[in-house]
T-cell receptor, first 114, second 110 residues
Framework: DAGVIQSPRHEVTEMGQEVTLRCKPI?????LFWYRQTMMRGLELLIY????????DSGMPEDRFSAKMPNASFSTLKIQPSEPRDSAVYFC????????????FGQGTRLTVV | TQLLEQSPQFLSIQEGENLTVYCNSS?????LQWYRQEPGEGPVLLVT?????EVKKLKRLTFQFGDARKDSSLHITAAQPGDTGLYLC??????????FGQGTRLTINP
């Protein structure tokens, strides 16, 4: 398996634009997590899915953020409209199941909102 | 408020020195994990500790889980420049929700 794949690696956008980040988890993994990492706040959990169902979205900062997982091999995180304070590295991670809890991370998407 | 507090946040030492970083919480965890992250990459798992009091060794790295399963430590012996990176602890407080500490940014100077 190629591991967790995120796209794009880098995104620069203007304030007010819509941004969509994409993630392909490892095949067969039951859990998918979206994190945001900044120097100030570290690695924050935004939302996670179990078998494609959103379980906890309490970390999503505002209604401007939304996430979907239409099938087991694809998830998106959308920000609309984007703001400069959304600038961060966004990571997707997948976990096999509740017994094998190692999180496998993608390489992240570095988002810059100007 | 962080569920997992790591200390120190930054540490810069000379090659060959020993160091310990800490991960503390007021909550009990069924297990704690330690990850290492290098620039431009996602975190990579180093170890999982499960039993209170457990000690695991990975070459020059020693990980310990507190007896009450609320804290953990990472000790590095004879640090090398290749140990430089961001060290993160992580745990599942419930319902498989994996949360991370803020990390310890370690720099080993040659």
């Amino acid at each position: 398996d190629a591991g967790v794949i995120q796209s794009p690696r880098h995104e620069v956008t203007e304030m007010g634009q819509e941004v969509t980040l994409r993630c392909k988890p490892i095949s067969g993994h039951d859990y998918l997590f979206w994190y945001r990492q900044t120097m100030m706040r570290g690695l924050e959990l935004l939302i996670y899915f179990n078998n494609n169902v959103p379980i906890d979205d309490s970390g999503m900062p505002e209604d401007r953020f939304s996430a979907k997982m239409p099938n087991a091999s694809f998830s998106t995180l959308k920000i609309q409209p984007s703001e400069p304070r959304d600038s961060a590295v966004y990571f997707c991670a997948s976990v096999e199941d509740r017994y094998n809890t190692e999180a496998f991370f993608g390489q992240g998407t570095r988002l810059t909102v100007v | 408020t962080q569920l997992l507090e790591q200390s120190p946040q930054f540490l810069s030492i000379q090659e060959g020195e020993n160091l310990t970083v800490y991960c503390n919480s007021s909550s009990v965890f069924s297990s704690l994990q330690w990850y290492r992250q290098e620039p431009g990459e996602g975190p990579v798992l180093l170890v999982t500790v499960v039993t209170g009091g457990e000690v695991k060794k990975l070459k020059r790295l020693t990980f310990q889980f507190g007896d009450a399963r609320k804290d953990s430590s990472l000790h590095i012996t004879a640090a090398q420049p290749g140990d430089t990176g961001l060290y993160l602890c992580a745990g599942v407080p419930g319902a498989q929700k994996l949360v991370f500490g803020q990390g310890t940014r370690l720099t080993i100077n040659p």
